[in-house]
């Protein structure tokens, strides 16, 4: 018996993905639930288990292709045909497929079986016929590296060589690779030209000497994760002080609707985290009410389902403010850009050994670089100085955070 493989529900408002790889090829055999094709959305990656258990009967849609929820991703012969082989499904094709010696169709249909997209993209660009090409991946799939050793290979001289042409460009197909875009490197492109077309964007800096929470750290770090499991970082800090400015700055935790400002009297940190795929930002919730161990265990946990690609819709959606870290990859300064429709995002960066003046004398201090990028429809240039300030205040001063004051 026959059942369909379909897209399930992507969640809100999405309603199309793209096909990002299938676990297993056709005839091969599968049990319930096993997972066997992964399907991109612009926010998250989704694993599609087998409704049954059986083998693949027909794949009807490759790597790369487009799909929509309800599609039919391709077919499970459950039962009797769980233990069918791919070589026994090779040796029985469609009979329309027989009948063709050679055709545009199964042409393309053999060669998607056993081929990469990207590798089929450089074949059909440079006219390499792949089908006399010997595959070095999994299972005899033919590789990127296959095709363009194809190129690299020196021509038989059958005719005498063209005269070269005295001038133009060199011809720079077989060392260029077009891949196509990924839907979440899609989607932040039409975010980031969304907040700059939609939105008045200005940056403001301030300068904070991070000595007292590294000293804090140190001293407690090892209790602290021995009481709560997890290490006392500095992103818990920043998420606490961000909270204070925030109820001391409304404005910025707030948006615009049209004429109308929306004020949250909540505090959903949005924290900036590098996935698989790109960066995603996975919503802290009710920030405001979290301990630093709270904070630095949710932190963490999404950090780890963003690298393992877990992460759910729910926990990207929504976010009252946002917060970036391009310290971790050694950034001195930025301007970060805001995330739609918010009005206010941190930038965190390096810390970095600076002499600076204290009590009139030059001394080397931890100095953080840290950036407000704004909405100035909403907010105007004081309150995210003062804002920044704030932050400042609470980072320098980490006992006003643990007292409340």
């Known amino acids: 018996m026959a059942v369909e493989l379909k897209v399930p529900p992507l969640g809100e408002s999405i309603t199309e993905a793209v096909v990002g790889k299938w676990n297993k090829k056709q005839g091969e055999s599968v049990t319930a639930d096993e997972p066997l094709v992964v399907l991109e959305t612009d926010k998250v990656t989704i694993d599609v288990p087998s409704p049954a258990a059986g083998s693949i009967a027909a794949i009807a849609f490759k790597e790369g292709d487009k799909v929509r929820v309800g599609d039919v991703l391709g077919t499970i012969e459950a039962g009797a045909g769980a233990g069918a082989s791919p070589a ?176 949250k009297h909540y505090y959903d940190i949005g924290v900036a985290v590098s996935g698989s795929r790109g960066l995603v930002v996975p919503v802290v919730r009710d920030a405001d009410k979290l301990s630093l161990a709270d904070l630095e265990k949710t932190v963490g946990d999404y950090g780890g389902r963003a690298r393992n690609d877990k992460l759910t819709m729910s926990d990207l959606t929504g976010g009252t403010f946002t917060i970036t870290n391009g310290g971790i990859f050694g950034s001195m300064l930025s301007t970060p850009i805001l995330n739609p429709p918010q009005t206010g995002i941190l930038g965190m960066h390096n810390i970095v050994d600076r002499p600076v003046a204290r009590d009139g004398q030059v001394v080397i201090r931890p100095i953080m670089y840290i950036a407000l990028t704004y909405d100035h429809r909403l907010v105007d240039g004081r309150e995210a100085v003062q804002f920044l300030v704030r932050v400042k205040e609470c980072i320098e001063d980490p006992e006003r955070l643990l007292l409340d004051i």
């Open 88 to 263: 026994a499904a090779a040796a029985t094709p469609a009979p329309a497929q027989a009948a063709a010696p050679v055709s545009a169709a199964p042409a393309q249909a053999a060669s998607d079986a056993r081929i990469t997209p990207t590798a089929k993209k450089m074949a059909e660009e440079n006219r390499v016929d792949v089908g006399q090409l010997k595959g070095s991946g999994t299972g005899g799939r033919i590789m990127k590296e296959d095709v363009q050793g194809q190129l690299n290979r020196p021509a038989a001289p059958s005719t005498p060589p063209a005269p070269a042409a005295p001038s133009g460009p060199r011809p720079n197909a077989a060392r260029e690779e077009r891949v196509r875009m990924t839907p979440l490197r899609k989607r932040v492109a039409e975010r980031l030209l969304q907040a700059q077309s939609n939105a008045a964007l200005l940056t403001t800096f301030n300068e904070v000497d991070m000595g007292e929470v590294m000293a804090l750290r140190k001293k407690y770090n090892d209790k602290f994760q021995a009481k709560h499991g997890v290490k006392l970082g500095f992103m818990s800090f920043f998420i606490r002080a961000s909270v204070e400015a925030l109820k001391a700055f409304p404005q910025i935790n707030a948006e615009i609707d049209g004429e109308d400002v929306i004020f």
